[in-house]
């Protein structure tokens, strides 16, 4: 998600490059663990919300669930998160969510992600609902048929007709910036 800001600040061809030769250099193994990818993107053990969302993006782009990502699945986080469109940045956010991967979101799947979001956006925006309030709102706008779980189907519709639910569906808070910010960071 984040794409209207992904898209003022796409990264050009040599620092997707720099990363791919950082990611060759730092796994010679050909497989990146959670705690390597929070060290190459400098995340800070002290900041358990960015933890959390960089387990939760690592997660969903290990695509067969061994734990780590091979040069592949990285190569495809990466361009997914620097240069996808619309429509898969929202397939990939209701992946993240759906922690159980039953194809639906239960309030408390949506709960989880807004809470880590929730912390996130809340050290840049003033925001005056709670994550309960956030989930509540969004389940009122975007489950069409209130059965209490979200279709795949709906959280694309919901999101791309509401802007106020695409706002607080970011998952990615401006996932771009964020790389390009601490790709200046890596060693």
Not at 29 to 44: C, D, T, Y
Not at 78 to 96: A, P, Q, T, V, Y
Request: hydrophobic content about 35%.
């Amino acid at each position: 998600m984040g794409q209207e800001e992904s898209h003022n600040e796409e990264m050009d061809l040599a620092q997707i490059q720099e990363l791919c030769i950082i990611f060759m250099k730092e796994c010679p193994s050909g497989a990146l663990h959670l705690h390597e990818m929070k060290r190459i993107f400098g995340v800070p053990s002290s900041s358990e919300e960015e933890s959390l969302y960089i387990e939760t993006v690592f997660r969903s782009f290990d695509t067969n669930k061994d734990n780590t990502l091979d040069f592949l699945e990285y190569v495809a986080a990466l361009h997914l998160i620097l240069r996808g469109n619309l429509e898969d940045r929202l397939k990939w956010s209701f992946k993240m969510y759906d922690k159980d991967g039953n194809g639906r979101l239960d309030r408390q799947e949506v709960k989880r992600i807004i809470r880590i979001i929730y912390k996130i956006k809340l050290q840049k925006t003033d925001i005056s609902l709670t994550p309960s309030e956030i989930c509540d709102r969004i389940f009122e706008l975007v489950d069409q048929n209130h059965d209490g779980q979200i279709t795949l189907s709906e959280f694309m519709e919901g999101a791309q007709k509401d802007e106020w639910v695409m706002n607080m569906l970011k998952l990615d808070v401006n996932a771009t910036g964020w790389v390009i910010q601490n790709c200046g960071k890596l060693p």
